[in-house]
């Protein structure tokens, strides 16, 4: 009787589903590119069907940030945000290190050829999220060896974090005459508690995977760097499984209670919750529930 009320249900709601959703992009029709590592690739993209993995690759310099990597990594999001046919994503480094940061020298160098503001980029979305829009698929960050300072904060300001057992965690740039500029002091707080984070980054201590796990800054702890990427790619896997307008939708309404509040938040979930109601996913998710199959979603 159960199977026969779903497919009625089903059979029902197809009658009302329009045959694109609103919520979906038309414009999202760019597809990203392999880009193989080599000497002068400074970041790597993988494909892997649904998934897209984007790699750090400066491990001559312990995988230092510099601008063009901070660029490559904006529009590597960007790109990312605007490929329908990815689900997720995840960033990680090549070599030892996961990332010591800013390349304080070439950034600084940069800075000094400017004459004034840098123009914004359009094509590129903050690694950081510091401005602009927030991305509406997630991202999961696999954390290993040195993970300091910047690098920490774009690890923040991921949705998913993975650590391998040898991370080593840094927040130090009060002991160099600088302070958490890429978001630490907002997001490292939210997440770890004001007495955890302010005894990192007011001393510059460093602290270890298992102490991010204790404060809650990581969600899972592997025992070594190749275990974490399986690890994150498993569960992008199962993220890609998901219908991706409730993807989407999970992470609108999370950020907004974030970015403006509680209330606003709570105010909007019938709403969104009613859009869901009339996409083909929903149809087919309840299809393939009575079916006994998985489902095979759209986003549409």
């Given at each position: 009787?159960?199977?026969r ?9 197809a ?10 992009d ?10 193989p590592?080599?000497?002068n690739m ?15 690759n ?35 480094g090549?070599?030892?290190n ?5 390349d ?36 999961i ?9 910047m ?41 770890a ?5 302010m ?7 460093h ?32 993220i ?31 709403e ?22 998985p ?6």
């Amino acid at each position: 009787m159960q199977r026969r009320s779903l497919l009625k249900t089903a059979a029902a709601l197809a009658a009302f589903a329009p045959s694109v959703s609103e919520a979906q992009d038309q414009s999202q029709t760019s597809r990203i590119k392999d880009l193989p590592a080599s000497p002068n690739m400074k970041l790597t993209i993988e494909r892997r069907g649904p998934i897209v993995l984007f790699g750090i690759n400066r491990p001559y310099i312990q995988n230092r940030i510099d601008p063009e990597t901070s660029q490559a990594l904006g529009r590597a999001y960007y790109d990312y945000e605007h490929d329908s046919s990815l689900r997720a994503a995840i960033l990680f480094g090549h070599g030892p290190n996961f990332s010591r940061g800013i390349d304080v020298d070439a950034n600084a160098a940069r800075l000094q050829q400017r004459s004034g503001p840098a123009a914004a980029d359009p094509r590129m979305i903050d690694p950081l999220g510091k401005s602009g829009p927030h991305l509406s698929k997630p991202v999961i960050v696999v954390a290993h060896g040195d993970t300091w300072n910047m690098a920490h904060e774009i690890m923040l300001a991921a949705d998913i974090r993975i650590a391998a057992e040898n991370t080593n965690f840094g927040q130090d740039e009060n002991t160099h005459g600088r302070f958490p500029g890429g978001g630490a002091t907002v997001r490292f707080v939210r997440e770890a508690g004001w007495g955890n984070a302010m005894r990192y980054m007011l001393t510059g201590d460093h602290w270890r995977a298992q102490e991010a796990l204790r404060m809650g800054e990581i969600q899972m702890v592997v025992s070594t760097t190749e275990e974490a990427l399986d690890a994150a790619v498993q569960i992008a896997m199962r993220i890609a499984a998901c219908a991706p307008l409730g993807i989407k939708a999970t992470l609108a309404t999370a950020h907004l209670a974030l970015d403006q509040s509680e209330p606003i938040a709570l105010s909007k979930l019938s709403e969104q919750y009613s859009a869901l109601y009339r996409t083909q996913d929903f149809i087919e998710g309840r299809r393939a529930e009575a079916e006994g199959r998985p489902p095979v979603y759209t986003g549409k």
